[in-house]
């Protein structure tokens, strides 16, 4: 069998996301190919994601390449994780992983209003509703954001008593319900935001207007062949469980989408991995060592379940207790420490390992850059972790 050790598979990180001085990416619609599909649960992180991966890329140029060239578009996709993806992906996402997804939003939703005791026929009540949504949405030009919405179909406002009974019982509206399924289903697409590129809050478009052919039929299981091979290409070679985690699929799906493609195992070290047959050369070492601070949930640090060969021990310092990770500082294919930006806007370091000096101004010198590429911003993740709370107190 043929090995692939620790060592090539950080070259290939390197090399395929973009993140070696050699390899970069030419504008964000490249970074996020380069990855399949950017993290966006977190506004800032695709911004900043495409901007480790692409240096001259600003935050100007990503809104273009999202809002006016629609080369890329926010959606629901893996694992039901927020991506920004390459427009072209869409059905391909929609297809292999999107479908199921809808259908289990759908079943609660339902089920939801059958307790609440909303209509007798709850399934053509919602289905009602999602029409007289799309309509309102189109007599509007297409964008509009929930409140419109809401106020165009009052039904959206219908309430319902969410954790009945525990200490965070909550009366929620159905809106972002409704919308949610809307985009699962592939209608509608997360547009432009209301407010800066830091927003969290966002207009609803037609899918149809973002993409052409964002409804055309793709059948699931090339659909899932598809997006194995992508992933593949980006994050090979590595454990099967690896893809399957990834994309949120089941085991059944992913021994289907493994087959329908030509792939090799390959010695890992301490376990099997499979790449894609014609993808077996190994990749050109270089002296050049290169350091990259990526975002936090960055599509680098979240490709793989299995993150020992580049995290090391450092996943206490640098991840919630629920997986999600903050940022983090690399030095040539591992991760060596974690940043934050700190509210007078320095983006201060802490070193998890020595480095050498060498290798500390190479750090020192890209938290500058980072530092006057974000200006005025402020950056918070979503999910805090231990290290980025301490850097940035």
Same mark, same amino acid.
């Given at each position: 069998?043929?090995?692939?050790?620790?060592?090539?598979?950080?070259?290939?990180?390197?090399?395929?996301?973009?993140?070696?001085?050699?390899?970069?990416?030419? $504008? %964000?619609?490249?970074?996020?190919?380069?990855?399949?599909?950017?993290?966006?649960?977190?506004?800032?992180?695709?911004?900043?994601?495409?901007?480790?991966?692409?240096?001259?890329?600003?935050?100007?140029?990503?809104?273009?390449?999202?809002? $006016?060239?629609?080369?890329?578009? @926010?959606?629901?996709?893996? @694992?039901?994780?927020?991506?920004?993806?390459?427009? $072209?992906?869409?059905?391909?996402?929609?297809?292999?992983?999107?479908?199921?997804?809808?259908?289990?939003?759908?079943?609660?939703?339902?089920?939801?209003?059958? !307790?609440?005791?909303?209509?007798?026929?709850?399934?053509?009540?919602?289905?009602?509703?999602?029409? +007289?949504? /799309?309509?309102?949405?189109?007599?509007?030009? *297409?964008?509009?954001?929930?409140?419109?919405?809401? &106020?165009?179909?009052?039904?959206?406002?219908?309430?319902?008593?969410?954790?009945?009974?525990? %200490?965070?019982?909550?009366?929620?509206?159905?809106?972002?319900?409704?919308?949610?399924?809307?985009?699962?289903?592939?209608?509608?697409?997360?547009?432009?935001?209301?407010?800066?590129?830091?927003?969290?809050?966002?207009?609803?478009?037609?899918?149809?207007?973002?993409?052409?052919? +964002?409804?055309?039929?793709?059948?699931?299981?090339?659909?899932?062949?598809?997006?194995?091979?992508?992933?593949?290409?980006?994050?090979?070679?590595?454990?099967? +469980?690896?893809?399957?985690?990834?994309?949120?699929?089941?085991?059944?799906?992913?021994?289907?989408?493994?087959?329908?493609?030509?792939?090799? !195992?390959?010695?890992?070290?301490?376990?099997?991995?499979?790449?894609?047959?014609?993808?077996?050369? @190994?990749?050109?070492?270089?002296?050049?060592? #290169?350091?990259?601070?990526? %975002?936090?949930?960055?599509?680098?640090?979240? =490709?793989?379940?299995?993150?020992?060969?580049?995290?090391?021990?450092?996943?206490?310092?640098?991840?919630?207790?629920?997986?999600?990770?903050?940022?983090?500082? #690399? /030095?040539?294919?591992?991760?060596?420490? =974690?940043?934050?930006?700190?509210?007078? *806007?320095?983006?201060?370091?802490?070193?998890?390992? $020595?480095? =050498?000096?060498?290798?500390?101004?190479?750090?020192?010198?890209?938290?500058?850059?980072?530092?006057?590429?974000? =200006?005025? &911003? @402020?950056?918070?993740?979503?999910?805090?972790? %231990?290290?980025?709370?301490?850097?940035?107190?």
């Amino acid at each position: 069998m043929l090995r692939m050790d620790v060592a090539e598979r950080r070259r290939r990180l390197g090399s395929r996301h973009g993140l070696h001085p050699s390899a970069q990416a030419s $504008d %964000p619609l490249e970074a996020a190919r380069r990855v399949v599909a950017l993290h966006a649960t977190d506004p800032a992180s695709v911004f900043l994601a495409v901007r480790a991966r692409s240096p001259r890329a600003t935050p100007a140029s990503v809104e273009d390449a999202l809002y $006016d060239r629609r080369d890329l578009v @926010r959606m629901l996709g893996m @694992r039901r994780t927020v991506f920004v993806v390459p427009t $072209d992906l869409m059905r391909v996402i929609g297809a292999s992983t999107m479908r199921r997804v809808a259908d289990t939003q759908r079943r609660h939703l339902l089920k939801q209003l059958r !307790e609440a005791g909303v209509a007798d026929n709850t399934e053509g009540w919602l289905a009602e509703v999602e029409c +007289a949504v /799309l309509a309102a949405l189109t007599k509007r030009g *297409g964008t509009a954001i929930a409140t419109e919405l809401a &106020a165009d179909e009052p039904r959206l406002r219908t309430s319902l008593l969410m954790a009945e009974g525990k %200490p965070y019982e909550a009366r929620q509206n159905i809106t972002s319900r409704v919308l949610l399924l809307l985009g699962a289903e592939g209608h509608i697409v997360r547009g432009r935001p209301t407010g800066s590129w830091l927003s969290q809050r966002y207009q609803w478009t037609l899918a149809e207007l973002w993409s052409s052919d +964002a409804q055309e039929p793709t059948s699931p299981r090339a659909a899932r062949a598809e997006l194995a091979r992508q992933w593949l290409a980006a994050f090979g070679p590595a454990p099967v +469980a690896d893809l399957r985690w990834w994309t949120g699929w089941s085991a059944t799906e992913v021994k289907q989408a493994v087959g329908d493609l030509h792939v090799t !195992e390959v010695d890992l070290g301490d376990t099997v991995g499979i790449v894609l047959t014609d993808d077996l050369e @190994r990749t050109p070492a270089t002296a050049e060592p #290169w350091v990259a601070f990526l %975002p936090a949930l960055d599509p680098t640090v979240m =490709g793989w379940s299995d993150r020992g060969w580049f995290l090391g021990d450092h996943e206490k310092a640098l991840f919630d207790r629920n997986g999600n990770a903050g940022p983090t500082v #690399w /030095l040539g294919g591992r991760i060596v420490g =974690g940043w934050a930006q700190r509210p007078d *806007g320095e983006v201060a370091v802490k070193l998890l390992e $020595d480095i =050498g000096s060498d290798h500390l101004s190479l750090v020192t010198a890209e938290a500058a850059r980072l530092t006057e590429w974000l =200006g005025d &911003a @402020r950056i918070i993740p979503r999910f805090r972790t %231990p290290t980025e709370r301490e850097l940035s107190a």
